[in-house]
């Protein structure tokens, strides 16, 4: 049985990541839940995230969220990460002034910046919302059937840097290149909304539901 | 590659059903909400926005099941607005599966609202809608103030003051309806848009007028909005989205196809 968790720790919607797992894998047992017992018994594991990190830390703490997914990762099964969800995978978040997360990959999260422009000097505006290209720096499973540089739906002000620029799977370009997606093992995790990005997000999802996290 | 410019139907719903009013008078029935914004999600719209102008406190249940319904089948960024007042009313739209909720009147009467509501749910899922209207007489420099309740309601306040407020307040994005031209068919305000879109560092989605697709492209390419919102052009299937992005990336516009 494959049976989905969805990592509920009191922030933001997690039904349209529910429903477009249910659309892509309709035998699965998708659960959105706090329950520890049932996250370690879970075939998969999707931790999502909204809202400012302070708050969504403050709640990991509190419900021991970050013990749990912790604990998923190191069980070797496929755990993905997304939107603020993988930002909170991180050592530490310029975001409410500075916010230690969960330091489980090594690197840091970072402001966009008022006075970002793009290459033809062009003034960008923050947060970063709507759909933008990325580009498949490795070759992943999450990957498959998914054309390289093909859209995704983003909405953030914050970007991940990972230390190990290696770990890197999805680069994109608002300003400068940034990492929009990180492979590490059995983790893998988007800064753009899968569940938001019509076909190739749910393919991307579809491919979750298989992948063995190798 | 830049960001691509977004193409947005929108979805006026009244008891159920998605209506269209010219001015805001003379509605027409455009068909069942769900089946409309699954129709707009296989023509590869970018995000849907769902308006509440049910006036009954009924009526607001059958919204909430059907933006659940709508949000359990559609994927992609759906935006609910139209009788936004509490926080309560915030976590209730998001519950039920709305990525952004659309504040504008009880943003009016109490500006702090918006504050409140971003630093909650944070400001990627925090719209103000502001809907303005062109007070300056011609010849006289630009000037726009915005009106709430349906554009009934002067309130004397400078629409494009009022814009920067809101995003010092926390507002992700601005949903800009120029009342003058809504339902009009005569394309966009484009020196209201652009004079926002100026001002401000959020996206801009700018509404109000669209009559065929060079208004679509005249919003971005001259309004220099990030986003354009459209309603009967889709609705009476005078054009689909599809057809809607590839006209508009003939005009050079950077669009997801």
Known sequence: ?214 | MPLSKRIIPCLDVDNGRVVKGVQFVDIRDAGDPVEVAKRYNEQGADEITFLDITATHEGRDTTIHMVEKIASQVFIPLTVGGGIRTTADIRAMLNAGADKVGINSAAVKNPDFVREASERFGAQCIVVAIDAKRVSEPGEPDRWEIFTHGGRKPTGIDALEWSEKMVANGAGEILLTSMDRDGTKNGFDLPLVKAMSERVNVPIIASGGVGNLQHLVDGIKVGKADAVLAASIFHFGEYTVQQAKEFMQEQGVDVRI
């Open chain 1, 1 to 214: 049985m494959n049976t989905i968790a969805i990592c509920d720790y009191g922030m933001g919607n997690l039904h349209s990541v529910a429903s477009a797992i249910t659309q892509v894998a309709p035998d699965a047992d998708v659960h959105i839940t706090a329950d520890a017992e049932l996250i370690e018994r879970a075939t998969r594991v999707i931790f999502p995230g909204v809202g400012a990190v302070r708050d969504c830390m403050s709640e990991i703490q509190r419900l021991g969220f970050d013990t749990i997914v912790k604990r998923a990762i190191a069980s070797g099964k496929p755990v993905l990460g997304i939107c603020v969800g993988m930002q909170l995978l991180f050592s530490n978040s310029e975001e409410n002034g500075g916010i230690d997360c969960m330091g489980i990959v090594d690197g840091v999260v970072k402001y966009f910046g008022d006075d970002l422009v793009d290459a033809q000097g062009e003034k960008l505006k923050v947060p970063h919302m709507g759909w933008n290209n990325v580009r498949q720096s490795v070759a992943h499973p999450l990957w498959e059937s998914i054309n390289d540089q093909a859209q995704f739906y983003f909405v953030h002000s914050y970007y991940c840097q990972p230390k190990n620029s290696d770990l890197s799977s999805g680069v994109s370009e608002y300003g400068s290149e940034f990492t929009s997606a990180i492979a590490k093992d059995n983790l893998f995790a988007t800064q753009f909304h899968p569940e938001k990005s019509h076909r190739d997000g749910l393919q991307l999802l579809a491919n979750f539901c298989r992948w063995t996290g190798e």
